[in-house]
């Protein structure tokens, strides 16, 4: 497996939110997380990216330990995050967010290519690529959030909650894109509410409640069972 997480217990100061928490995601993969708000997810998600450190437990990405990693050493490593709420410099211009993804050495050497691989995949983007990233709609910094993480040059990119805040229209073709993600080598960790979105995309999925992993399987298996289809579909 590309990343293992085996027994992860997260928290802030003396308050828990993940306990036990173990899952995998192999290389070429779209692995999904879902569960209700207040879950755990985007805790379990900063974990793996580095940004908080787990209490106990174990989590590797290529045969690495990265329990002693420093967290800005994780991209490195080749781990690239898309942040719930896109967290993009809204006064820079859209360029000028997407280079912030490639500042490590190799992927700067690639900037050229990997700035024409994201605007080929936004087009939208290279026309806009002068204008404050603030000035662009949501989906449209959502795109640059994502361009961002694959300027890294990444061999897995965890998006956390990548379709909140964006109109119906614009769901499908986010999708489409971590789909395509995937398609160019990237293996894909996804959390997301929106759970038949997440589970038609995946190739694995995990079901997260409060703090705790309670299913796990394939998407077709997890839309079978009741439980799920009433807290989940509406079904």
């Not at 003396?14 to 070429?28: F, M, N, R, T």
């Not at 900063?46 to 989590?59: K, V, W």
């Not at 997407?98 to 290279?126: D, K, M, Q, T, V």
């Not at 979105?197 to 409640?209: G, N, S």
């Amino acid at each position: 497996m590309l990343l293992e997480a085996r027994n992860l217990h997260i928290g802030y100061g003396d308050a828990s939110a993940v306990w036990d928490v173990s899952l995998d995601v192999g290389a070429g993969e779209i692995v999904s997380v879902i569960g209700p708000n207040g879950a755990g997810k985007t805790t379990l998600i900063n974990a793996i990216a580095g940004l908080l450190r787990c209490r106990s437990g174990d989590l590797s990405f290529d045969g690495h330990n990265m329990n002693c990693v420093k967290a800005h050493d994780y991209c490195g490593h080749g781990i690239a995050l898309v942040p719930e709420g896109r967290r993009l410099f809204v006064k820079m211009s859209v360029e000028e967010n997407l280079e912030l993804g490639c500042y490590l050495r190799a992927a700067r050497a690639a900037r050229g290519p990997s700035l024409e691989r994201i605007y080929s995949l936004f087009p939208i983007l290279r026309d806009k690529r002068r204008q404050p990233a603030g000035e662009l709609s949501g989906g449209q910094q959502q795109m640059v959030a994502i361009g961002r993480a694959l300027m890294a040059c990444p061999r897995i990119v965890l998006f956390d909650e990548p379709s909140l805040g964006l109109a119906p229209t614009i769901v499908d073709d986010m999708f489409d894109i971590i789909a395509r993600v995937r398609a160019d080598g990237a293996a894909v960790l996804l959390v997301e509410q929106n759970v038949l979105k997440a589970l038609e995309v995946a190739d694995r999925a995990y079901v997260l409640e409060q703090g705790r992993i309670v299913a796990q399987g394939l998407p077709e298996e997890l839309m079978k069972q009741s439980r799920i289809r009433e807290a989940y579909l509406g079904i």
